[in-house]
């Protein structure tokens, strides 16, 4: 098993397996655009055999938050260590930025909290809220645990303004 850093060629692998996973809400869709535009915010295993087997992916925010999103390992490489060893190198791809925070919002918080997250409340995550709930149609009926490793932020980067921003069309 081999862990690194996605490339370019990587994208439909990755678009493919969280498609494959986004359909009954498990991940949220990612377009192939946007996997292109993020690729190197991804990280990749490989099977024995050189295969692509899973991917995840760190958002970072700024040095007080980074977040884990598109955790994924393809059903034939699950148990063997590769969920595990993704989040670890997004782990630690956090920690060479010194981000303080790592969050993410998820069904499974066993296999997370085992990984050192802790469920938290959502509210401490206002950035998260501005990027992805505020404009989320499943707002009022969310059913992931959001949860977090290391110094809550005490600050934010985004806000209503940015928000907004999106919302208004543009006056040509
Ligand atoms: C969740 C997922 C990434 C785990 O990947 P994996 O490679 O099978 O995980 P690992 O082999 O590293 O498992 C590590 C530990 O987590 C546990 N674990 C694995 N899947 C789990 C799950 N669905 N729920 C709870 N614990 C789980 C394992 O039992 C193992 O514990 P052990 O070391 O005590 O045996 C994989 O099942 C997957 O791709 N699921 C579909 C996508 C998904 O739900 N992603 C998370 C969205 S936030």
Redesign the pocket.
């Known amino acids: 098993m081999l862990v690194r850093k996605a490339r370019l060629p990587d994208a439909d692998s990755i678009h493919a397996l969280i498609r494959s996973?986004s359909f009954d809400g498990?991940?949220l869709p990612r377009t192939f655009a946007e996997i292109c535009e993020n690729v190197r915010d991804f990280t990749v295993v490989e099977n024995d055999r050189g295969e692509f087997a899973?991917c995840?992916a760190l958002h970072l925010y700024g040095p007080h938050l980074a977040e884990?999103?598109?955790?994924?390992?393809?059903?034939r490489?699950?148990?063997?260590?590769?969920?595990?060893?993704?989040?670890q190198a997004l782990l630690a791809e956090a920690d060479t930025h010194s981000v303080s925070c790592v969050c993410?919002?998820?069904?499974?918080p066993?296999?997370?909290r085992?990984l050192g997250f802790a469920q938290v409340d959502r509210t401490a995550l206002p950035d998260k809220i501005y990027k992805d709930c505020a404009n989320c149609p499943r707002i009022h009926a969310c059913d992931?645990i959001a949860m977090a490793r290391g110094v809550l932020p005490d600050i934010a980067v985004l806000g209503p303004a940015q928000v907004e921003e999106r919302l208004i069309p543009l006056q040509l």
């Open positions: 996973l498990t991940l899973g995840g884990i999103r598109s955790i994924a390992v393809t059903p490489a699950r148990k063997q260590g590769a969920g595990s060893a993704i989040v993410l919002f998820t069904r499974l066993d296999f997370f085992q992931e």
